[in-house]
């Protein structure tokens, strides 16, 4: 026997008439309806992609530390999650990491900066670094990631950074200087943290895949 198929709005009528949804004052049936289809349809919107850039290398080692004991530089903490457009956690994504030294060079014979990383149960990571310097054919400091996830599109993006001086304290208005940063998304504030030891900076940058 086939069963009609009802939309979400006849589901949800039914469920009120039959007292299996209740509308708390002073909402009206009509608007817990409409409320409830606004919030289901309502998407994360995909992360903006960014160039590969010419130093990619595949099969960086699973790390999550991009530092050497010893290496000069701002200590950086980046920490973030992974979804899709419904908000749902991608545990089993592969975040591929690279970038530049604090002097501005990459490691191309080696993975000195690079590294592969697990997002945890709820899509959560986070790696350690130093903040990545300038080099002579890139205008803005910048974070590579390559992001995939079954079932969904490969993300390749950059991380940039409000406080880098390319944008003069006002990303808003300056951030295309670089002539690769076609979205202001990607640049994200920078916090900063001291102790009487050491200062070091945490940026958040989340991640929202497209499905394939």
Known sequence: ????????????????????????????????????????ARKLKPTPPNDLGPFYKPQAPRAIRLTRPGDPGLPLSVSGAV????????????????????LGHYDNEGFHYRAQL??????????????????????????????????????????YFATDPVFEGDPDRTYRKDPLLESRELIRPVRVFADPQA??????FEIVLERA
């Open 1 to 40: 026997m086939r069963y009609p198929v009802l939309s979400r709005r006849d589901v949800l009528s039914k469920c009120f008439a039959a007292g299996l949804l209740v509308a708390a004052s002073p909402l009206t049936e009509s608007r817990v309806l409409a409320f409830w289809q606004e919030a289901e």
């Open 199 to 204: 200062i070091h900076a945490a940026v958040s």
């Open 118 to 159: 697990s997002p945890g149960r709820k899509g959560e990571y986070s790696f350690e670094t130093n903040m990545p310097g300038h080099y002579p054919t890139r205008v803005a400091q910048h974070i590579h990631y390559k992001v995939s996830s079954p079932g969904h599109k490969t993300l390749i993006t950059q991380l």
């Open 83 to 102: 979804f899709n457009t419904r908000g749902e956690a991608l545990s089993d994504a592969v975040l591929e990491i690279w970038q530049a030294d604090p």
